[in-house]
């Protein structure tokens, strides 16, 4: 089996905020067309390491390569080569299904004649002609959810970021959610994605659970689970947690 190429590449990232360590000494590396987790309890500093990736924060310290783009000097190339999707923020509730994405695509830089035929192709794929002029603030938030993914990789991103994506749905649609990744890896999209749902876990080629800023624990979910001799990836949190 031919090893993948690696498309995130982390050595010691420190990040401080004054005397807070948010993130201590962070080392792993993330391959092409990976389903990489990112896991940990609120707090535990996900999200300051995310947005370092994205290229929206600087680190304090650490060599950080993203598709082998420096993050201290190379942030713009860095964002065009990403899809990013968040819990909190990822459309624009005050305009409809169509607009929402015409409008990615031109912050993407898409061309105009790509972004009205993906459009229309993204539209149909996803079911939502009837309700296509629909306002954000009016669909489910599960509809919402699909429709910030199929944005976030509407440009063919070499790697997508998923920070928290499926809080606050149910079970349901996060399962259904999942498939919407696995068609993306499957198109050799890499996956980076951040979630205290410790089943979802289960999904990933390899995770990473960080607790108190450090990363405690980095393998297959069999894994890990076989190492510390539990059945469940919660199990596992657990064990990490209360050591």
Same mark, same amino acid.
């Given at each position: 089996?031919?090893?993948?190429?690696?498309? #995130?590449?982390?050595?010691?990232?420190?990040?401080?905020?004054?005397?807070?360590?948010?993130?201590?000494?962070?080392?792993?590396?993330? &391959?092409?067309?990976? *389903?990489?987790?990112?896991?940990?309890? =609120?707090?535990? @500093?996900?999200?300051?390491?995310?947005?370092?990736?994205? @290229?929206?924060?600087?680190? %304090?310290?650490?060599?950080?390569?993203?598709?082998?783009?420096?993050?201290? %000097?190379?942030? !713009? !190339? #860095?964002?065009?080569? *990403?899809?990013?999707?968040?819990?909190?923020?990822?459309?624009?509730?005050?305009?409809?299904?169509?607009?929402?994405?015409?409008? $990615?695509?031109?912050?993407? @830089?898409?061309?105009?004649?790509?972004?009205?035929?993906?459009?229309?192709?993204?539209?149909?794929?996803?079911?939502?002609?009837? #309700?296509?002029?629909?306002?954000?603030?009016?669909?489910?938030?599960?509809?919402?959810?699909?429709?910030?993914?199929?944005?976030? /990789?509407? &440009?063919?991103?070499?790697?997508?970021?998923?920070?928290?994506?499926? @809080?606050? /749905?149910?079970?349901?649609?996060?399962?259904?959610?999942?498939? &919407?990744? $696995?068609?993306?890896?499957?198109?050799?999209?890499?996956?980076?994605?951040? %979630?205290?749902?410790?089943?979802?876990?289960?999904?990933?080629?390899? /995770?990473?659970?960080?607790?108190?800023?450090?990363?405690?624990?980095?393998?297959?979910? !069999?894994?890990?689970? =076989?190492? $510390?001799?539990?059945?469940?990836?919660?199990? /596992?949190?657990?064990?990490?947690?209360?050591?």
């Amino acid at each position: 089996m031919n090893q993948r190429k690696t498309i #995130i590449s982390v050595n010691n990232l420190v990040k401080k905020f004054g005397g807070f360590v948010a993130n201590d000494n962070l080392t792993f590396d993330v &391959h092409e067309g990976e *389903i990489f987790g990112f896991l940990g309890a =609120n707090g535990a @500093g996900k999200t300051t390491a995310i947005r370092i990736l994205c @290229g929206l924060s600087y680190p %304090t310290s650490g060599k950080i390569l993203v598709s082998g783009f420096d993050v201290y %000097t190379q942030r !713009e !190339e #860095i964002k065009r080569n *990403i899809g990013y999707m968040s819990q909190k923020f990822s459309l624009y509730e005050d305009l409809n299904i169509r607009e929402n994405i015409r409008f $990615y695509g031109g912050i993407y @830089g898409m061309s105009s004649s790509a972004i009205r035929r993906k459009t229309d192709e993204l539209i149909e794929e996803l079911d939502l002609s009837d #309700i296509a002029g629909t306002l954000i603030r009016d669909i489910p938030l599960g509809w919402r959810q699909k429709v910030a993914f199929s944005v976030a /990789v509407f &440009h063919e991103p070499k790697i997508v970021f998923l920070d928290e994506p499926t @809080g606050g /749905v149910d079970p349901l649609t996060r399962r259904q959610f999942w498939e &919407h990744i $696995y068609r993306a890896a499957a198109r050799g999209i890499t996956v980076f994605i951040t %979630t205290h749902y410790m089943d979802e876990a289960e999904y990933c080629e390899r /995770v990473s659970i960080m607790a108190e800023g450090r990363i405690e624990a980095l393998d297959s979910p !069999e894994n890990l689970k =076989n190492n $510390y001799g539990v059945k469940t990836m919660d199990e /596992v949190f657990l064990k990490i947690a209360r050591k």
